[in-house]
């Protein structure tokens, strides 16, 4: 039986789920995230936010979630309670 070219709307049949990360993928950032645990993992990211604090807010702005919803979905309410004087962080820039 021939193969056919692929049309635009067909059903995918087969391979992995979208999103799921392969094999050698997952295994490499198992072993990545055992060895970062090790060798100190919270004693290297304190090292690096005071030494590289560039490269340490990088990191943390990867961790945070890109979308944020309030209770059960709803819009996320904000209210500013206080504020910390500028010199709490180094100044203002």
Known sequence: MPRRKFEKG???IGGRVKGTPNRVT???REA???SFQELGAER???HLANKQPKAYAALLAKTIPT???GANGAPLQVRVV???PDDEFGGAE
């Open 32 to 34: 990545l995230h055992m």
């Open 26 to 28: 997952r295994t490499v």
């Open 67 to 69: 979308e944020i919803t």
């Open 10 to 12: 067909h059903v995918k």
């Open 44 to 46: 290297y990211l304190i």
């Open 82 to 84: 206080g504020g910390l």
